[in-house]
């Protein structure tokens, strides 16, 4: 499909490098300023999606339990892998990863294995026999220019947000590894000493002029191209510059300090980003706890907890007769009941409710509970009276 | 004892969708309806084969009209493309069409063997479709119909992007759509739109260049109001 693909017509090439030579981008950005930065994380754990002005790159890790290498007998491993979607140019086949691919591949690879970002040891469970190891795939969804930049903040942030199960060796000759499920024992994070940020520049012009960050057109007309990894420390990871034109020395210094002060910006903004996530996942963790010290402390019914409305409005007429002491009309209740939370924490009443009184059905008894401003529970558990006493005004 | 009113499709301007039926040939007798994009005859009746608006230009002529990224060809369109390759008889231009399209090398004003254009691959040529239909590659000429240069040909200089079928007609529009009508108060520039979704901009300065191609990719949903609104805050930033 050779005529498909995307060709600059001479008028672009010539006002690109023109343009520039006034400090001037066509999409008007100044040479030194990234694109606007959007990272986006899915439902499961170590998956985040990035987009980079136009190019969006989808990034998600997995792990599993492997023999480790015969040389590494106690550390974990950690893979790339890339897939140039045809879905994000015309100029991607399907099949075979490309040039531009395995390119990518390995400088994120190099800039996150070389410099030690993530602790192998820690992904050791038995040596030279069971250790982690660690996915990472890249999909690249829109190519807009500068793919590796972008995929590189999607793996980081992939990694950041990533859990992995937790395992306890035992059994028997002390190999015996059990993986725990996540809802039993939460899952644990990778170990991440530091975050290399990949910096992309592009050279027009004999390569005395240089930009950050080119999109599309720009890297069809650039000269050349270097993909400097920093981290926020300003230790140089890795550099990547293959062909292209020639530039001086000077300008790769000059590159590098530049690259410095971007990278410290933009861990920056993947670490707000990632504390934002937990954040809001930890949140949503806690509501749930409610649910669970009542299901401990429930001794009789169990029943109750799953026919919320139904059960509960039946049984509630009954025992309307047999214990009218202090007791609501069962109207309330039933209100009360589709408030979640409250109506969880008053089924961790019942035992005492039935305890104190002859203990019938329990079931109306909590309903009422959460109404009645002043009972026994009071006196006998006041941890709870804190929290009663929220839905205790009716 | 024949109706010489012309019977009146009932859905002009109005969405219509493929499949959908806008006239009934069999009440008319004696008539000449023109057809362009988005209709075809069948048998009795008139068909809607792309989705878009019904447009109806007197006396006799239907259309459908659509925004889409890619471009359909149809006759006497001008649009924009660029060289991909040179052939003895022909240039293959591309058009953002789904085939690459001929342009003769003697269809130039005063065109012959001895003086054939030298165009290089990556040439903006401003064209006119001659030949268009889905069966073969689209057919352009650089002259008018009467075989006078008239504007055709290549484009020097400048900066192209892309935009929208729907964009591209909106800028053709006349009278002058809000958008070029405010940037053509405060700027000087030229403009080039090509109706397969590609314009060309030029001016003396690069930063207006610039500021008038981005003005019009951000218009690409806009309403008329909104066009100007965006323009005077564009204007107002930089003066």
Redesign the interface.
Known sequence: MM?QRW?????????IE??LQ?D?R???RRPFDFRKLKIAFGREDGSAEVELGETRVMGYVTAQLVQPYKDRPNEGTLAIFTEFSPMADPAFEPGRPGEAAIELGRVIDRGLRESRAVDMESLCVVAGKHVWSVRVDLHILDNGGNLIDAANIAALAALCTFRRPECTVGGDDGQQVTIHDPEVRDPLPLAIHHLPIAVTFAYFGDGNIMVLDPTYKEEAVMGGRMTATINSNGDVCSIQKAGGEGVMSSVIMQCLRIASVKAADITSKIKSNVDEYTTEKAVRKVKRTPVLVAKKNDVPDITMESNDGALESQTSKTPNDAQGISKDPPAIPNDKRHEDAKSRLSESNPEVESMSNSGIVGESDEAKESVSPKSLKDAVKPKHKRKKKQHGKS | MESKKPLRSAFVDDYVVPGDVILDLADMTNQTIKLGAGLRQDCDTIQVTSAGRLRLSKPNKYWVENSQKRYIPSVEDTVLGIVVDTKPDNFLVDIKGPSVAFLPVLSFEGGTRRNIPKFEIGTLIYARVVKANSIMNPELSCMDAIGKAAEFGQLKNGYTFETSTGLARMLLSSPTCPLLEALGKKLSFEIAVGLNGRVWVNAPSPSNIILVSEAIKQSESFNRIQQRSMVEKLLAKLA
Do not use: K, L, Q, Y
Request: no cysteine.
């Open positions: 005529d060709r600059p017509t001479v008028n672009e090439r010539e006002f023109h343009a006034s001037i066509v999409d008007g």
